[in-house]
């Protein structure tokens, strides 16, 4: 079993930044990519950002140039800094843990409870 809990979300407008970040524990000696999702409200959870346990990362069009992943292996933590934040982005964060660096919510095994986003404009 792997427990993440996320943290950093807030209220910011728009054009500012945030960054969240994923603590894991348990389980943790596997090397599991760590993708970032988010979920508005009315809609489905979407994919972020994923990285790999070697540092190999995929990310959504949608927040390409604004939003970088990041982990730290030696603390087990995955980061996703945020800029140029835009009302659409407001949702609630979920970080995800997954054997293999993918795209789709199904793949990934476990998730953190979530931080809320607001963006306003």
């Known amino acids: 079993q792997v427990q993440l809990v996320e943290s950093g979300g807030g209220l910011v407008q728009a054009g500012g930044s945030l960054r969240l970040s994923c603590a894991a524990s348990g389980r943790t000696s596997s090397r599991y990519a760590m993708g970032w999702f988010r979920q508005a409200p009315g809609k489905e959870r979407e994919f972020v950002a994923a990285?790999?346990?070697?540092?190999?990362?995929t990310s959504a069009d949608s927040v390409k140039g604004r939003f970088t992943i990041s982990r730290d292996n030696a603390k087990n933590t995955v980061s996703l800094q945020m800029n140029t934040l835009k009302p659409e982005d407001t949702a609630v964060y979920y970080c995800?843990?997954?054997?293999?660096?993918?795209?789709?919510?199904?793949?990934?095994?476990?998730w953190g409870q979530g931080t809320q986003v607001t963006v306003s404009s």
């Open positions: 990285i790999s346990w070697t540092g190999g990362i």
């Open positions: 995800a843990a997954s054997l293999r660096l993918r795209r789709l919510v199904s793949e990934y095994d476990y």
